[in-house]
């Protein structure tokens, strides 16, 4: 389990190489085995960035694989709406608000998102340990299908027009 999923962990390989069309993941200081033989953890402390930490995590309840899938869920949400529900809100309400979401408020954590994602979320919710990976890739194999963006081999677009990186660059240093 990687215990820290967010978007600063994500990175993609390095240009002009082997790996330069591929998505990493890193930052493995929070990390824990969940295969094979290990103790159990007990009382987990709070870990990983608060936007995007899972609910169970702030019960202090141990982390387990579906943790993950789900602050990955919350990465998603942000991608597809620029933000998450409760980035402007206080530390102390994120977990009341994430509780919130997760039932008569889910509209919000759905909206802007493909209908796909519901289920995802309700994979997550159901489970109390793993979820189904293969069935979460199925779901969104289909839904890219269905959206006509089976074009996963193409290249990026900053591949495909260098500008865009340095647009990118001016838009962070705030120039225009």
Request: hydrophobic fraction near 35%.
């Amino acid at each position: 389990m990687h215990r820290n999923i967010n978007p600063s962990n994500f990175v993609v390989g390095q240009p002009h190489s082997d790996f330069d069309d591929q998505i990493f993941i890193m930052d493995f200081g929070l990390a824990r085995r969940c295969r094979g033989k290990s103790r159990p953890f007990g009382a987990c402390p709070i870990v990983g960035a608060d936007a995007y930490r899972p609910i169970s995590n702030y019960s202090r309840v141990e982390y387990q694989p579906k943790d993950d899938i789900e602050s990955w869920f919350y990465m998603c949400h942000e991608f597809f709406n620029g933000n998450l529900p409760w980035d402007k809100l206080p530390h102390t309400s994120t977990v009341d608000f994430k509780i919130h979401c997760r039932s008569l408020g889910r509209d919000l954590l759905l909206s802007n998102m493909p209908v796909t994602f519901d289920e995802i979320l309700e994979g997550i919710d159901s489970s109390k340990t793993n979820v189904d990976y293969y069935r979460i890739s199925a779901l969104l194999k289909a839904e890219l299908a269905k959206l006509s963006l089976e074009q996963l081999n193409e290249p990026f677009s900053w591949k495909k027009d260098p500008r865009i990186v340095y647009r990118a660059y001016k838009i962070e240093q705030g120039w225009k």
